[in-house]
């Protein structure tokens, strides 16, 4: 089973109930990892940037984004933050829009965050799992699910 509770913490875990938009969605992913030091604004910014010059580039599966940007582009250190929305946010990603859940991760090199995005690929393919953090309702649900890997009852 894979341990996101080795980079995931109270902290880079949010549920928030609705954004404006994907840029806000984007900015709220971020926080965390600003907060902790592991990226700077021009991380978050260049994230933003890259969409709107290519388009939703980190919408990588229905309902799931995971944006990130190069390490020269502000990245400090290795870093993950999971945000669940309430209400989906669209981010013109055509049959992959809405997103449910932001995955954001940050890099300061080419290798070190290899263990932590395999481990991630582990819980974005198991079906049962991302079904409870789509499902989630709070914090603690989505706390519950990625941190111990239980799933609370419904």
Partial sequence: MSNLANWLSNEKIQYI???SDWKEAVQLAGLPLLKEG???QDYIDAIIRQ???IGPYFVIAPGIA???ARPEEGAKALGLSIVKFGHAVTFDADENDPVNAIFMFSAPDSNSHIEMISQ???VLSDDEKMASIFNAGNKEELKAILLTGNAVSQ
């Fill in 17 to 19: 109930d609705a954004v």
């Fill in 38 to 40: 592991a990226i700077s």
């Fill in 51 to 53: 969409k709107e010059e």
């Fill in 66 to 68: 995971m944006p990130h």
């Fill in 120 to 122: 991630l690929a582990e």
